[in-house]
């Protein structure tokens, strides 16, 4: 069992206090046991005489809902995810040089105890490459910001590629299939974050559509749902398809537009 107890027996479950919205409060501490080295990283407990703010609480894995379908934000991953919340807090109270090398730890345990705890190969990737492309974004500065943008234009490269060479544009079809190496070969000057480049590429080529296609079904669904709360007298909240710019604050009830009839 990868996750124990704080006094080191098997852990069979955490108890959490759910603070309304997306917030919940673990209430006792617990630990993980790293596989690679037997080194253990303590989890402490919230303080629930405080508010959940940040750091003194958990959204388990920050996926915006209407990705929930490709990878939820609980289940195998909440344990890891809430492991990684713990050492992002602690990093995020380091001195500022130290800010991203923590991350990066932090990332790393991260893809390990997601494989630790069920989580397959290429979806404990994902999980990585997003969080470590957000640390980059938060401590990386104008560094992490030319890395986030590299990621992007491979991405698109990749995707341009595969296109030119299906529909065999320019009479170059095969060579454009050997330009998809293009981003791995670029990444080399990142040195041991040239893993990250490159899996954050790759598999952004890869999610796209997918993501893409959650995106346009979540606000289809979303247009119909506005369409029957206006015939039905604006009653009940408003719908509002996710994601938007402030999606994490708005899980818990909906906005109301206006003087929204209550529900009969």
Do not use: C
Not at 78 to 101: C, F, N, Q, S, Y
Not at 129 to 149: K, Q
Not at 162 to 167: D, P, R, S, Y
Not at 233 to 250: C, V, Y
């Amino acid at each position: 069992m990868p996750f124990i107890t704080a006094d080191g027996r098997p852990l069979e479950g955490v108890p959490l206090l759910y603070r309304m919205g997306r917030d919940f409060q673990v209430t006792e501490a617990f630990a993980y046991r790293d596989p690679r080295d037997g080194s253990v990283v303590t989890v402490p407990a919230h303080d629930v005489s405080r508010p959940p703010t940040l750091g003194n609480s958990t959204d388990f894995a920050s996926v915006p809902p209407f990705l929930w379908g490709l990878i939820a934000n609980y289940g195998p991953q909440t344990l890891p995810a809430i492991l990684h919340d713990a050492m992002v807090e602690d990093a995020r109270r380091a001195p500022v040089a130290e800010r991203l090398p923590r991350r990066r730890i932090a990332d790393d345990l991260f893809r390990v105890a997601l494989i630790d705890n069920g989580i397959h190969l290429l979806r404990a990737r994902v999980m990585w490459a997003a969080v470590g492309l957000e640390s980059w974004l938060r401590h990386g500065g104008a560094l992490g910001r030319l890395l986030f943008a590299q990621v992007a234009v491979g991405a698109l490269w990749l995707i341009a590629a595969t296109v030119l060479a299906i529909v065999d544009a320019g009479g170059l079809g095969p060579w454009w299939l050997v330009m998809l190496a293009a981003p791995a070969l670029l990444a080399a000057p990142w040195g041991p974050a040239a893993g990250l480049v490159i899996a954050a590429a790759y598999l952004g080529a890869l999610y796209a559509p997918l993501v893409l296609g959650a995106f346009l079904a979540s606000h289809v669904e979303g247009l119909i749902a506005l369409g029957v709360w206006l015939l039905t007298g604006r009653r009940g909240p408003r719908p509002q398809a996710e994601p938007t710019i402030r999606w994490k604050d708005e899980y818990g009830p909906e906005h109301a537009a206006g003087a929204a009839t209550p529900p009969r």
